[in-house]
């Protein structure tokens, strides 16, 4: 399907870069840029920051007279801006639409319109969907409903084909697009992979979440590897970070970095990466996880699940009990701070661990001593997306 990114309305790590590398992959037709709460100086500072090539597929929700003067090529209507002036005649344009009356009225003077909510909403807490499967049959049966809906709200991977179903051909995204992606993969070398060609591995199979750990390595050879390494992530829209290596960071290479227990403490890494890198901390008790996300990190890696050969030194396993105490820690005092289980995963335990509540998991030998990598990668996206 058609697939259009949305904006949150805060600004999030490499947020510019990363809505490039959407456009350029191919993964993402238009992007929406929705900051109601940005001044105009803001916004020019904002969008200074895109290359030129993909400001044409760019969508302003606010401030439209700018779409002129950057060469943005669509403009959106909203409540806050109903009309379209006539400087922007020849925009693409877009329309926000809460019910197939509005739809009706808006779609022959638009080249798309959302339709929202289609389910319940990730992004906006209790926005709840506000059309049955069976009324968005029937409207697209009817001719009420036709190409140009989008499909907004709740939308995530899974609803996909229901969305197919339907008889939407597009859909757009705001929380389902900004969320980490489920399944991590830790590099690592064995005598069949080298670290570059084990990461090409996950990528080529379809995970969008890869860290650099080269635990033994120079930094000049991380960096040869990064430098490949950034190029695909950016191909297939996939995250990239570093382990422990934060002074690496200003490179440019890197979305973020993962820091260890015995690495630079998390609080000190949070005053270098603040808002513009993801900061990943790596626990084991309650205790850690704690301490972690008091301390700033964006995602916690807590394990191991049971013993892993990929690891010295490795910590008291958790197994799904572990994992369970933490998370129902973390619910009760309202912390929803991604947890990635990392250590000796296998397919069989995917299910199991998807119960506990965990965002995700972090694998690395799980792949690389498959026998059917991609078979293996497409159980764990099914469940870990």
């Not at 959106?76 to 006539?86: F, T």
């Not at 570093?242 to 979305?255: A, E, P, S, Y």
Request: hydrophobic letters at 40%; aromatic letters at 8%.
């Amino acid at each position: 399907m058609r697939r259009i990114g949305i904006t949150h309305e805060k600004t999030v790590f490499r947020e510019q870069q990363r809505i490039t590398a959407w456009l350029r992959s191919g993964k993402v037709e238009y992007f929406h840029i929705r900051k109601p709460h940005f001044t105009e100086q803001q916004m020019r500072e904002y969008l200074s920051a895109f290359p030129n090539d993909v400001l044409e597929r760019l969508t302003l929700h606010d401030l439209h007279p700018l779409a002129v003067e950057f060469g943005i090529g669509g403009v959106h209507l909203n409540a806050r801006n109903p009309v379209l002036s006539g400087t922007l005649k020849g925009k693409r344009m877009s329309a926000s639409c809460h019910s197939l009356e509005d739809f009706i009225n808006r779609q022959s003077s638009c080249d798309y319109c959302f339709l929202s909510p289609i389910f319940d909403s990730l992004s906006k807490q209790g926005y709840s969907s506000a059309f049955s499967v069976e009324v968005l049959k029937n409207a697209f049966a009817n001719g009420v409903l036709n190409e140009k809906s989008v499909a907004l709200g709740g939308v995530t991977h899974d609803k996909i084909p229901l969305l197919e179903e339907i008889g939407f051909a597009a859909y757009a995204s705001v929380g389902g697009m900004w969320a980490l992606p489920q399944t991590m993969f830790i590099t690592h070398c064995n005598s069949r992979y080298t670290y570059l060609e084990s990461a090409m591995l996950a990528l080529n199979n379809g995970l969008r979440f890869v860290q650099l750990r080269m635990k033994d390595a120079s930094d000049e050879e991380v960096l040869s590897v990064a430098k490949t390494l950034r190029t695909a992530c950016d191909a297939h829209a996939a995250l990239l970070t570093v382990d422990d290596r934060i002074h690496l960071l200003d490179t440019g290479l890197f979305d973020g970095v993962h820091v260890g227990k015995n690495d630079m403490p998390v609080a000190e890494a949070k005053k270098i990466t603040g808002n513009r890198f993801l900061l990943g901390a790596t626990c084991n008790t309650i205790e850690d996880a704690l301490q972690a996300v008091a301390d700033g990190a964006d995602y916690l890696g807590v394990g191991p699940f049971r013993f892993t050969e990929t690891k010295k030194n490795l910590a008291p396993v958790l197994g799904l009990e572990g994992y369970s105490k933490i998370i129902n820690t973390l619910q009760q005092q309202e912390i929803h701070t991604p947890i990635y289980a990392i250590g000796g995963i296998t397919t069989t335990d995917l299910s199991s661990l998807k119960s506990t509540g965990l965002h995700g998991i972090a694998v690395s030998g799980m792949l690389l001593n498959s026998h059917d990598t991609r078979n293996d990668s497409a159980v764990i996206l099914k469940e870990f997306w």
